[in-house]
């Protein structure tokens, strides 16, 4: 067993491929993601990113090839994995009929949390989301932007090597959008911690991201810096055009708990 938990890379894959019968919904994906890293996986739908996100968090088995998160083989040692990661899924985590103090403390228990070290994470968690003035209200009154707050906060309450977010702010309206930005880079500015995230927004990823991967068709297009990447394609270069190029797709794409839940949904649906 494999008990190093500082890995050179706190997410590696090799040769990793997902096949449904006929189809290659990933091929061969070889990414070595480094420390305090905001990784961006990028792709137009049905590139194989959230196919990706769910093999790296033990939800989906590959059909060959191998990953490693936090040092642990995703295959053969899918627990130690799941007890150092967070992940935040496109479809809503927190429960609209509960407080955020009620969702929060749910996560506490599944983590093994108790005591005064649940209490004081609780806390914590409610700060870091800006929630603490409406801790004791229903989550089904709250906008997009708070939920996405605290379905962060709840994902990593028990202080996670790797947190995964898989179209982190989809829905949300360009204030919420850049609140959740800042929680993210101050997330990672105070634990260091490795974040992977999938998304459609160009914008996100580019003030986001420290690297990123571009997909397309399952398959790896090209892997580096956003300013890199855009200085390839040319001196005036955005990461739409950088997109456009790899990928030959044209991206296209605030509310409330109903909402939310609705544009997830659908965006869950076309994949």
């Not at 480094?34 to 939800?59: D, V």
């Not at 407080?99 to 914590?124: D, F, K, M, P």
């Not at 160009?202 to 068709?217: N, P, S, T, V």
């Not at 790896?220 to 956003?226: H, T």
């Amino acid at each position: 067993m494999n008990n190093n938990t500082n890995p050179t890379c706190p997410i590696e894959t090799r040769e990793l491929t997902k096949k449904y019968g006929e189809f290659c919904a990933l091929d061969h994906l070889n990414l070595k993601i480094p420390h305090q890293c905001i990784f961006g996986l990028l792709g137009p739908n049905g590139a194989g990113k959230s196919t990706a996100i769910k093999i790296l968090t033990t939800l989906l088995d590959a059909t060959s090839g191998s990953a490693t998160v936090a040092g642990f083989d995703v295959a053969s040692q899918p627990i130690e994995v799941r007890q150092r990661i967070g992940y935040v899924p496109q479809m809503l985590s927190a429960d609209g009929a509960l407080t955020a103090t009620e969702n929060l403390g749910l996560s506490a228990s599944l983590y093994g949390l108790r005591g005064a070290e649940r209490n004081a994470r609780i806390h914590e968690a409610l700060a870091f989301s800006g929630l603490e003035s409406v801790a004791t209200h229903l989550v089904k009154t709250y906008s997009g932007g708070m939920i996405r707050r605290l379905e962060i906060a709840q994902a990593t309450m028990h202080r996670p090597e790797v947190l995964f977010l898989d179209e982190p702010t989809i829905g949300l309206d360009p204030v919420a959008r850049r609140t959740v930005w800042e929680r993210l880079l101050e997330l990672k500015a105070a634990t260091g911690m490795t974040i992977l995230l999938t998304t459609h927004d160009m914008e996100e990823a580019d003030y986001l991201c420290d690297q990123l991967a571009i997909l397309h068709q399952g398959r790896l297009a090209v892997v580096g810096r956003p300013a890199d990447l855009k200085n390839q394609v040319g001196p005036e270069a955005t990461l739409s055009d950088v997109f456009v190029a790899h990928s030959g797709v044209v991206i296209g794409e605030g509310g409330h708990y109903r909402e939310v839940r609705e544009t997830r949904g659908t965006a869950k649906r076309l994949g």
